[in-house]
């Protein structure tokens, strides 16, 4: 199974900034070994169908609804993203829990809407500094996983999952390799509870991977990709990381 890795550029880009940095990473991509995608803000995923059709370069969206259609505006449907041939959706990623109070469910839901669009969820788990150091770590990210493996039942097998601890998104700070590694462990052990076909399912590392740190992570048994932030809005950077992809991967 080949490493994934995913650039979440955020509340980031324009046309033009957008249009620099997919030709500079399609010709820095290598063509083999690796899988690379980049979830961009909505406005821009007419740009990526257009730049990047056929291309080694996979994209997808930051979010999406909870709900199919209907009287909620602001919100972009799964069924929607799809008209734009969207590869992935995150979904629960942290700063959407915490600046929009999405719960548990409300992500599930999500998972499940888009996977029936036929995207793939990338489900974003993770606990606070005041978790951690209350040694909760396992409670909560078990407690959000669960939610979602309850609603898409089945499915599971289909979503990857991206372990991102917040207190070290945008922070600068980031688990150790081995601190990572036994998060993803007890993820592993969870999603090889549920469902038969674990063995399909890739757990992301989320939280200021770069270039320095990468191939320590990326060489952790459990590890099988990374959710990039700030670093995928630098060609070089971006780069770098996939690079630091194990050769035997």
């Known amino acids: ?22 030709q500079a990473l399609l010709q820095g991509l290598p063509r083999a070994g690796v899988e690379a995608a980049v979830c961009v803000p909505m406005p821009y995923l007419g740009q990526m169908q257009q ?14 609804s909870a709900h199919e259609q209907g009287a909620y505006t602001g919100e972009t449907s799964a069924t929607m993203l799809r008209d734009f041939a ?5 979904v629960g990623h942290s700063e959407r829990r915490q600046y929009h109070g999405e719960s548990d469910d409300t992500v599930a839901t999500k998972a499940q809407r888009a996977l029936a669009a036929g995207i793939t ?17 396992e409670l909560v990210v078990k407690r959000q996983l669960a939610s ?23 922070t600068g700070q980031t688990a150790t ?10 993820l592993r052990a969870q999603l090889q509870a549920a469902t038969a076909h674990a063995g399909r399912i890739r757990i992301l590392y989320g939280g200021s991977m770069n270039p320095a740190n990468a191939a320590e992570l990326l060489r952790q048994p459990d590890i099988d990709g990374g959710l990039i932030g700030g670093a995928s809005l630098k060609a070089p950077e971006f780069l770098s990381i996939i690079a630091s992809v194990p050769a035997a991967a």
């Open 1 to 22: 199974m080949k490493k994934l890795i995913v650039g979440n550029w955020k509340m980031n880009g324009g046309l033009l900034e957008n249009a620099a940095l997919v």
């Open 51 to 64: 730049l990047l059709q056929g291309s080694p370069l996979a994209w997808g969206a930051q979010d999406a």
């Open 86 to 90: 969207c590869r992935y959706a995150l």
């Open 121 to 137: 969820p990338i489900v974003c788990v993770g606990e606070t500094l005041a978790e951690r150091q209350a040694g909760r770590t």
């Open 148 to 170: 979602v493996v309850h609603t898409v039942g089945h499915c599971t097998s289909e979503i990857v999952v991206a372990y991102e601890p917040v207190w070290a998104i945008g």
């Open 177 to 186: 390799p081995e601190q990572a590694q036994a998060v993803h462990a007890v």
